[in-house]
């Protein structure tokens, strides 16, 4: 039987570290946890759980389970499932929250039929009302939200990146070590190697700062302009896709509708029209820097602050000016 009282929030670790969007899905299912009676709780699957699970403590979650096995380091679907679908049936949750990302998505649909649960995929806001769960999805790239809802008994939500602030709570959590044991030799698939795309450079998803790079940036001299901003500022380096296709950035760099969702809190639109496929990649972003030649350009509309004028003079003196400030 499904207890109504609890939701379960999916702690990701990449990169040995969980992910900050994750620490912004359980801040807003402790803030909806309070205001609706619901006790709150996290998993983590990892090979190193208990010792993350230490760092997740201070968010607020009344107990973390670690389930901890080497097979959960191998980025498969067959152990993240696995491991979902135990500790959903363990722990019998109304609501599962993560956050948005590649491993979710490719599990999420699987994970439902097996828990008999309904999904809400990629929503910018959760809530529950009455037996509801409510949530709102940004559609058509991002110009419509949707008003989306399930009161199937259980629901799972992922979380895009950015919708919330994650928020220490002050509390300590309590930490549960479930024994998990998935033999690599029963998986049909093996990780044989990772390859990195983005060698050194700050990962896009989960960058503080991104700084992104439009046709108008043009060609080589331009693009070190802008690889110089980023690495004075520490920042992962975006682009559009019009210098993507002209192989001046690479595919992975490129934000927007086909392209990587990105919440820093700050992003540099350099040269960048802003159309609207572009702008459903960064909008969540907090603040928007623009440095466009045209006063009109659709992108002054989301930004911040706006630097009418050629980047090709701006940037020089933005960087001297950066790199002095910050010596
Ligand atoms: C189905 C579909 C999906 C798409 N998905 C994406 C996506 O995921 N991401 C994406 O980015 N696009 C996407 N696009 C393309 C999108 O519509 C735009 O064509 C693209 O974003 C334009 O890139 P841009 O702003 O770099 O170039 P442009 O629109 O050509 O804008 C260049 C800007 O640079 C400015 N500029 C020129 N010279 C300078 C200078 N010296 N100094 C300062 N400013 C200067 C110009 O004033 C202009 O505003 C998609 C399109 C379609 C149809």
């Not at 940036?217 to 690495?231: N, P, R, T």
Request: net charge negative; glycine share 8%; proline share 3%.
């Amino acid at each position: 039987m499904i207890e109504m009282n609890s939701i379960l929030v999916v702690l990701s670790v990449q990169d040995g570290r969980i992910k900050r969007s994750s620490f912004e899905a359980l801040s807003r299912a402790v803030a909806v946890g309070g205001q609706h009676g619901l006790t709150v709780n996290a998993v983590i699957l990892h090979s190193n759980a208990s010792k993350l699970a230490a760092e997740a403590s201070k968010y607020g979650a009344s107990k973390i389970f670690c389930f901890e096995d080497r097979v959960f380091d191998s980025h498969l679907n067959a152990p993240l499932l696995a491991g979902l679908e135990t500790a959903i049936e363990k722990i019998q949750p109304r609501l599962v929250v993560a956050a948005s990302m590649e491993s979710i998505k490719d599990v999420w649909g699987a994970l439902a039929i097996r828990v008999d649960a309904a999904v809400l995929p990629d929503v910018a806001s959760f809530d529950v009302n009455g037996d509801a769960v409510v949530c709102e999805r940004p559609v058509m790239a991002a110009k419509v939200m949707a008003a989306v809802s399930s009161s199937h008994p259980r629901v799972l939500v992922s979380v895009r990146s950015g919708s919330y602030e994650a928020t220490e709570s002050g509390g300590e959590s309590s930490i549960e070590t479930v024994p998990f044991e998935m033999s690599s030799q029963t998986l049909s698939a093996t990780l044989k190697e990772i390859v990195t795309t983005t060698g050194d450079q700050v990962d896009l998803s989960e960058a503080k700062v991104v700084v992104a790079a439009g046709r108008g940036v043009k060609d080589a001299s331009g693009k070190a302009l802008v690889d110089e901003l980023a690495s004075i500022l520490g920042a992962a380096i975006g682009a559009s896709r019009a210098v993507v296709e002209t192989g001046l950035f690479p595919a992975t760099a490129q934000i927007g509708q086909t392209g990587k969702v990105v919440s820093p809190e700050l992003y540099f639109a350099i040269g960048i029209s802003g159309a609207i496929q572009h702008v459903a990649g960064m909008s969540n972003s907090k603040i928007i820097v623009a440095i466009n030649k045209d006063a009109d350009a659709p992108i002054f509309d989301v930004a911040t602050y706006g630097l009418v004028g050629d980047c090709f003079k701006i940037l020089p003196l933005l960087n001297a000016e950066l790199r002095k400030a910050l010596s």
